[in-house]
């Protein structure tokens, strides 16, 4: 019953403050949940796991912009954007888990599950890939929306603006957004170490015994790919704003 008191509190606050516009993004939110559901559901089906986390945070991507930015060009160069950086996340990813071999459950995280069977048929590396990238694609969406539309409005106002000098501007601005995106995920993935850290300085373990635990490695890499994806973001995303603007020249601004 919490849980549905806090969406109700969620869904009259944004209705609230932002209108038939919160409303629309209280529908997106439970529909990016359905989609969740349903890509576990078909990883556990036996699907290839990479290639479902792709395509559902992808679809997440879709139906996000389409309820709140809309489809238009805009929505276009944001989705693209996104689809490009989650490619590459996925490969950078792929390579980390490989090399540092952070797959599967930590020690501790063991002591939780020893119960149940471990016998799931699912490949714990992939699964962590899967998680880097559902866990960033709600900043990159943010950036890559935040850039196109800055793209699409100084067009709009200065339509004799050279393409390098807005590509340029585009580059200023994602700088700004770049150190507040990197700390909000910093501090969300670090929010759920937290309590594992008290846990580790209460057993009195050394520095060393916890930089070299596979559970601060999986947080440790998790941060770092995410911090690069929303580095990638912005370049890419003023890149494509621009082709798109570029390939549409003399055509009215959305």
């Given at each position: 019953?919490m849980?549905?008191?806090?969406?109700?509190?969620?869904?009259?606050?944004?209705?609230s403050?932002?209108?038939?516009?919160?409303?629309?993004?209280?529908?997106?939110i439970?529909?990016?949940?359905?989609?969740?559901?349903?890509?576990?559901?078909?990883?556990?089906?036996?699907?290839?796991?990479?290639?479902?986390?792709?395509?559902?945070?992808?679809?997440i991507?879709?139906?996000?912009?389409?309820?709140?930015?809309?489809?238009?060009?805009?929505?276009?160069?944001?989705?693209i954007?996104?689809?490009?950086?989650?490619?590459?996340?996925?490969?950078?990813?792929?390579?980390?888990?490989?090399?540092?071999r952070?797959?599967?459950?930590?020690?501790?995280?063991?002591?939780?599950?020893?119960?149940?069977?471990?016998?799931?048929?699912?490949?714990?590396?992939?699964?962590?890939?899967?998680?880097?990238?559902?866990?960033?694609t709600?900043?990159?969406?943010?950036?890559?929306?935040?850039?196109?539309?800055?793209?699409?409005?100084?067009?709009?106002?200065?339509?004799?603006?050279?393409?390098?000098r807005?590509?340029?501007?585009?580059m200023?601005?994602?700088?700004?957004?770049?150190?507040?995106?990197?700390?909000?995920?910093?501090?969300?993935?670090?929010?759920?170490?937290?309590?594992?850290l008290?846990?580790f300085?209460?057993?009195?373990?050394?520095?060393?015994?916890?930089l070299?635990?596979?559970?601060?490695?999986?947080?440790?890499?998790?941060?770092?790919?995410?911090?690069?994806?929303?580095?990638?973001?912005?370049p890419?995303?003023?890149?494509?704003?621009?082709?798109?603007?570029?390939?549409?020249?003399?055509?009215?601004?959305?």
């Amino acid at each position: 019953m919490m849980i549905v008191a806090l969406a109700l509190i969620l869904l009259a606050l944004m209705v609230s403050i932002g209108g038939a516009r919160g409303f629309s993004a209280f529908l997106s939110i439970l529909a990016n949940l359905s989609i969740l559901a349903a890509m576990i559901w078909i990883m556990l089906e036996g699907a290839d796991i990479i290639v479902v986390a792709v395509l559902g945070c992808l679809a997440i991507t879709l139906f996000t912009l389409a309820t709140n930015v809309g489809f238009n060009r805009k929505s276009l160069a944001a989705l693209i954007s996104v689809g490009f950086v989650l490619a590459a996340t996925g490969i950078w990813s792929a390579f980390l888990v490989s090399s540092a071999r952070i797959g599967g459950f930590s020690t501790q995280e063991y002591t939780s599950i020893c119960m149940y069977d471990w016998n799931i048929g699912i490949n714990m590396s992939d699964a962590a890939i899967a998680a880097v990238l559902i866990r960033i694609t709600g900043a990159m969406i943010d950036t890559s929306v935040s850039i196109s539309a800055f793209v699409w409005e100084s067009r709009r106002l200065d339509p004799e603006m050279p393409l390098p000098r807005l590509f340029h501007s585009g580059m200023n601005v994602g700088r700004d957004i770049l150190g507040t995106t990197t700390n909000t995920l910093y501090f969300a993935f670090l929010g759920s170490f937290m309590m594992l850290l008290v846990w580790f300085m209460l057993k009195g373990a050394s520095a060393g015994y916890v930089l070299n635990s596979k559970v601060f490695a999986k947080e440790l890499a998790r941060i770092l790919s995410s911090g690069l994806s929303c580095i990638l973001i912005i370049p890419v995303s003023n890149l494509v704003s621009i082709s798109i603007l570029r390939s549409h020249k003399g055509m009215q601004i959305d």
